[in-house]
């Protein structure tokens, strides 16, 4: 799954047309390197970023949604919107990334009726909040317990299980000590029954193993991902997707 943010920070500031077309270039970018999947998304959810409307983040990734209809790989639209969950499933999104694991109102109902795929992902607290005090008795069991009530909610909506995805959420609301212990025993997610996916590229708990700043974690962001598919991950969320997909292939090689 290959990331294209289209918020103001990630592309030109030149504005949003501009935006859009700087957007739509490393989509395609994406798909030639190798991507399966692309996750468009228009608000960060970075630690400590700020929340925009749904008009903005409609303004943001629409226009880019559409400008890929007919692309030879699926849509991802990461949101926790319900509207703008609404509106991309209606401009060609196949899939809803949710950071929030459809537990906004009428997010179950808007993904059922859409006919499309789900990422449900877990999370401790806000991205506003979330990395002032993580705290768990057993992470591993703890998110799995939250993601398999979600998975029941989900499917209790109508959803097949065919159209669930889970993940851990790597870095929400997690220290290392809980991201290292979450993709140790990544394999205990695979009991729930539905693929697994993982999204560790560039994040900040790999700049605390080595030391480098966000811009120099490509090494160690294609480590993270191989180690996440040895462990039964099905889908790698990635911005370096080229790199990513050539540590794959051997991987894939070797496991024939
Ligand atoms: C994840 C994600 C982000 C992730 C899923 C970043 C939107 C932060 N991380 N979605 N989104 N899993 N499913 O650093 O780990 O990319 S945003």
């Not at 002032?132 to 799995?144: A, C, K, L």
């Not at 959420?169 to 809980?178: D, I, Q, S, V």
């Not at 991201?179 to 697994?196: A, F, I, W």
Request: overall charge negative.
């Amino acid at each position: 799954m290959g990331i294209v943010n289209v918020t103001p920070d990630s592309f030109s500031d030149g504005g949003q047309h501009l935006q859009h077309a700087a957007a739509l270039a490393h989509a395609q970018q994406l798909i030639a390197e190798g991507a399966d999947i692309l996750d468009i998304g228009g608000e960060s959810t970075r630690p400590g970023a700020q929340p925009v409307s749904v008009q903005e983040e409609l303004d943001r990734v629409l226009p880019v949604i559409e400008g890929l209809r007919g692309a030879p790989v699926p849509v991802s639209i990461d949101t926790c919107k319900p509207e703008v969950m609404q509106a991309a499933i209606a401009a060609g999104a196949q899939m809803v990334n949710d950071i929030n694991a459809l537990q906004e109102d009428a997010a179950l109902q808007i993904v059922a009726a859409g006919n499309v795929a789900v990422c449900l992902m877990h999370k401790q607290g806000s991205p506003q909040t979330m990395q002032t005090q993580p705290q768990y008795q057993n992470v591993v069991s703890e998110v799995s317990a939250f993601l398999r009530g979600r998975i029941a909610a989900t499917e209790a909506a109508g959803i097949g299980r065919e159209r669930i995805a889970i993940d851990p959420g790597f870095g929400f609301g997690k220290t290392l000590a809980h991201n290292l212990d979450l993709l140790r025993h990544l394999d205990k997610l695979r009991e729930l029954g539905v693929p697994v996916l993982a999204g560790l590229s560039r994040k900040s708990m790999l700049g605390a193993i080595t030391g480098q700043d966000v811009d120099h974690r490509v090494s160690a962001s294609v480590a993270a991902a191989l180690i996440a598919v040895q462990r039964g991950a099905s889908i790698v969320r990635a911005h370096d997707v080229r790199e990513t997909v050539d540590a794959l292939k051997v991987w894939s090689a070797v496991n024939q």
